[in-house]
């Protein structure tokens, strides 16, 4: 397998430029999620890697060698795009094998290569089948598997999973983290499926108008998000926000009065609470906020109470085993061990 290595990649159609000076060294073995929103320059990135798309400025290096100029086909990449892309006419055998007898490879190679793919994807028992007569999941799988077989250095995955529902999508998100390490191969894949990056990175970079906003492991990305955006992005139930002025060591809104974590320069800055930081507390517990309840969802083993305090808005996940009405009144604390606070201007975490 190989590195992968963006020096000051840039893209650009004609005066507008998508990706200013991208950087990023990709190691070994690694798998590296691209993560963001429609638009904010994921698969623009992977095209580039991939050579589907022309790189304006800098340079592309494989394995150590710089491959801007190479075609495709001469990378030693390998893509699974989102919509399959199989021939219709062809069965499953003949669509994953076809790349290798285009280059002339024999009858013999060509099944030393074939029987493992298909036996460790579960396709064995349809490759006599055309693509009409399979699932959207075993349709994906043959894809992959025809990636596979060319036993490429580098593996790109383009949002592969989108189109499958969702219990499809957790099968295959185990078929290819197992792919990843039983192969040990070098994989970059993109997804906006903050669920998908977290359960497959070793490591994610999070993207925002063609910049990378914040690089780091699930847990670093989760844990400690650099900016407002990567603390909106990442989370599900999504992070709580409350706008509040520092001063005097507090954090005030009107109703909200709160002691810093930490010290905190005078000024208007943006508290972070994750609804699960989000505790129902007795009335007349020192310090707890007075909230009244909006909406109480009922979500398997948890709850998710919305609650307003003043003009402020947000979510509490509690045990499911408590019900809250419309209208009633409670106290709640935040837990203060959790707490994010951001620079309302920048953005940026304090």
């Given at each position: ?11 650009t159609?004609?005066a507008?430029?998508?990706?200013g ?9 690694e798998f590296v999620?691209?993560l ?6 994921k ?10 798309e022309?790189i304006?400025?800098?340079?592309l ?6 491959v801007?100029?190479r ?7 390998a ?10 006419h ?6 994953i094998t ?6 002339g490879?024999g009858?013999?190679e060509?099944r030393?290569?074939?029987?493992p ?11 006599g089948?055309?693509?009409?007569e ?5 349709q994906q ?6 990636a596979?077989i ?10 592969p999973?989108?189109?499958?529902d969702?219990?499809?999508r957790?099968?295959l998100?185990?078929e ?7 192969l ?10 903050q ?6 990175a070793?490591?994610i970079?999070l ?6 906003e ?8 989760y ?7 990567a603390?909106?992005?990442?989370g599900?139930?999504?992070?709580n926000f409350?706008?509040?002025?520092a001063s005097?060591g ?15 320069a ?26 009244i309840?909006e909406?109480?969802?009922?979500h398997?083993?948890t ?6 305090t ?11 085993t408590?019900r ?8 709640v ?5 959790a ?5 309302s201007?920048?953005?940026l975490?304090?």
């Amino acid at each position: 397998m190989a590195t992968v290595e963006c020096r000051n990649l840039r893209k650009t159609y004609a005066a507008h430029e998508v990706i200013g000076d991208f950087n990023l060294a990709i190691k070994d073995h690694e798998f590296v999620v691209f993560l963001g929103p429609s638009g904010c320059g994921k698969s623009t990135i992977l095209r580039m890697i991939a050579g589907l798309e022309e790189i304006s400025g800098g340079d592309l290096l494989i394995g150590g060698a710089r491959v801007n100029d190479r075609d495709p086909g001469d990378r030693g990449i390998a893509m699974v795009f989102q919509n399959y892309a199989l021939y219709p006419h062809m069965s499953v055998r003949e669509n994953i094998t076809f790349a290798l007898e285009r280059a002339g490879a024999g009858k013999d190679e060509i099944r030393r290569r074939l029987d493992p793919v298909v036996e460790s994807l579960g396709l064995d028992v349809y490759l006599g089948r055309k693509p009409t007569e399979l699932s959207g999941g075993q349709q994906q799988r043959v894809a992959i598997a025809r990636a596979m077989i060319k036993t490429p250095e580098v593996f790109l995955f383009d949002e592969p999973l989108s189109n499958l529902d969702a219990k499809l999508r957790g099968h295959l998100r185990v078929e290819i983290a197992k792919l990843h390490k039983d192969l040990k191969s070098t994989s970059i894949y993109v997804t906006h499926d903050q669920l998908e990056a977290m359960t497959l990175a070793d490591r994610i970079v999070l993207m925002n108008q063609g910049k990378i906003e914040q690089m780091g492991t699930p847990e670093e990305i989760y844990s400690r998000p650099a900016t407002l955006f990567a603390a909106s992005f990442i989370g599900t139930p999504n992070m709580n926000f409350f706008a509040l002025e520092a001063s005097d060591g507090r954090l005030r809104d009107g109703t909200i009065d709160l002691a810093a974590p930490f010290p905190v320069a005078p000024g208007k800055v943006t508290l972070g609470v994750r609804p699960g930081a989000v505790q129902i507390v007795p009335e007349g517990t020192p310090g707890a906020i007075a909230a009244i309840v909006e909406r109480d969802e009922f979500h398997g083993e948890t709850r998710l109470v919305s609650l307003r305090t003043g003009t402020q808005t947000f979510m509490a996940a509690v045990a499911a085993t408590t019900r809250y009405a419309e209208g009633q009144r409670l106290s709640v604390a935040f837990d203060a061990n959790a707490l994010h606070l951001f620079d309302s201007t920048s953005g940026l975490r304090l």
